[in-house]
């Protein structure tokens, strides 16, 4: 059984009573947490996940909203009294773990102990990984059109054997790009973001900032030939507006599209 459990959906600034996007995808025994913003360990609380029970957190880029939960993360594990405990693997990009480091350096300074043990799997930043986290479970990272301060990478969980033959693919931050047709391909769900509105903001119907609209993203996941779409990190100026990103991707693709509530765990196989 997979299972994603949205940790949380919001941009960088959060709607009201909101927290930043992150997520946990739940495949056998691995629990793989999919970014670490500022308020990650009220959010894997509020969905009873503990921090022990994360084996893998993948990183799609340094900005704040994405990894400013890490040196907090990594000081429940160092406060933990368990001596079985073990950290997570941490999964990301060289330029991503320098910043993982000057996060922890000036929160904590340098930390012993649980942390510092955490092992790590470097993936590239400027083109296709691939790595195997477990025999059935492959993770498949891309480049995205983010931001040049901070590199974003997108990515593509598949499973298979006694997990079941599953696909689910995240976007993190990004324009429009090429990437994403690659890593959503068939995906059961895929998690795209959807910052804007090109129905309430033309302006920005070809993306802006380094995000995408609702209308880029029912355009993925028809060419992905994807059977879900959940549209996340939704700009807070569209609150109670969600309907409209909703429509405004049901117009350009046939499947179920959703603006998923923080705590929503979607089971795949289940559509
Ligand atoms: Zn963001
Ligand atoms: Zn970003």
Redesign the pocket.
Known sequence: MIEVIFLGVGA?IPMRNGTNAAYLVRAGNENILIDCGPAILQQLDAVGISPAQITHVFFT?R?G??VLGYPMLMLWYELSEDPKLQAPTLIASPQTFDALDALMAVSYGTVEGVAESAPRISVPQESIGRTQIHPNIMLTTAPMA??DF?P?LGLRIETRNQLGKHVVAFTG?TGPNDNIALLGRDAELLVHEATYSATLNPEYADGAY?HSTAQIAGRNARTCGAQRLALVHIDAIYEGREHALIEEAQREFDGHVFVPVAGLSITLGDA
Do not use: L, V
């Open positions: 960088a880029h900005h909203d994405h983010h931001s901070a974003s931050d380094g």
